[in-house]
């Protein structure tokens, strides 16, 4: 097997590895109850079981099992990233955001359910992924788990997500130069991507100046997988997307894709993607998986 079929094995394995132990975990973490609640929870299970790519916390359990973490706790943790991400997509699915009516190639949860119970279930991960992070079975480590808690607060809120997200409801029909477009994807996209690596090397003990080289792999992976992301509503299927496309232009929004072309954007996405697998330098074949989930993001079609 030659190095490509190598990656892509390392690959294929990661995924199926951490979709069956993410889902595991919210199936064991989100039991339905036997009383008026139950409405809740199966909306929480429909949206967050089953769906995704699962990059976050395949991204943090890979830099976490370089560093000798328990896997539980990687997973654990892994799964409170995943809760905020899904948390995000079900609000961002909303009527009054961008109103879509599919994600992952099923209904969005606002039209499976309703809006009240959708906006329920997107409140109720985010709380839940913080009650993950500071339960003891997370990290016995009092001051790890606050660390995990402090790292994702921040890349969740006005500072990060939120504040990318606040961006983009401002860009509709706006003149956005590549300047703000870049910092409006580092904060919507890039932020819980660059958490991901950030809080598995908290979970591994890694000094915050031992940690320069993974900052640079997530922010440049970060970019790459939004312009990647461009390049999808731009040219791609939805059908195979698994959601609508085309909404940014309709939207009069400026993307990486509007502002440079499909042409450039794909190929600054290749440049980001090899300096990102250059911040790698100083590892070994332990961080194949995160060599691999480089190349994967501008090799996606969804």
Do not use: W
């Amino acid at each position: 097997m030659g190095a490509t079929g190598v990656k892509d094995a390392v690959l294929a394995e990661g995924l199926v590895r951490i979709a069956e132990e993410v889902d595991a975990m919210f199936d064991a973490l989100l039991p339905v109850p036997s009383d008026a609640r139950a409405r809740l929870i199966e909306a929480m299970r429909y949206a967050a079981i089953g769906g995704g790519k699962r990059l976050r916390p395949l991204l943090l359990a890979s830099v976490a099992e370089m560093y000798g973490v328990q896997r539980n706790a990687a997973i654990r943790a892994g799964v409170a990233i995943e809760a905020i991400h899904v948390y995000s997509l079900i609000h961002d699915d909303l009527p009054c955001m961008d109103d879509d009516a599919m994600r992952h190639g099923k209904p969005t949860l606002h039209l499976a359910y309703d809006e009240a119970t959708a906006v329920l279930a997107g409140d109720s991960l985010h709380a839940f992924a913080f009650e993950v992070l500071a339960d003891p079975a997370t990290s016995a480590d009092p001051f790890t788990r606050i660390e995990l808690v402090q790292t994702l607060g921040h890349a969740s809120g006005a500072q990060g997500m939120a504040g990318g997200q606040m961006m983009d409801l401002v860009a509709e029909n706006s003149d956005f130069d590549l300047q703000t477009v870049t910092r409006l994807q580092q904060l919507k996209t890039g932020a819980l991507l660059g958490a991901a690596v950030e809080m598995g090397a908290v979970l591994g003990r890694v000094s915050p100046e031992g940690r320069t080289h993974l900052r640079g792999y997530a922010r440049d992976i970060g970019l790459a997988f939004q312009i990647v992301d461009d390049l999808i509503d731009h040219e791609g299927d939805a059908e195979v997307a698994g959601k609508a496309v085309g909404k940014d232009a309709e939207a009069g929004k400026q993307t990486f894709v509007s502002l440079l072309g499909a042409d450039r954007a794909r190929e600054q996405a290749r440049m980001l993607v090899e300096q990102a697998v250059e911040h790698l330098a100083q590892h070994g074949r332990e961080a194949d998986l995160l060599r691999a989930v480089a190349h994967y993001i501008v090799e996606r079609d969804h």
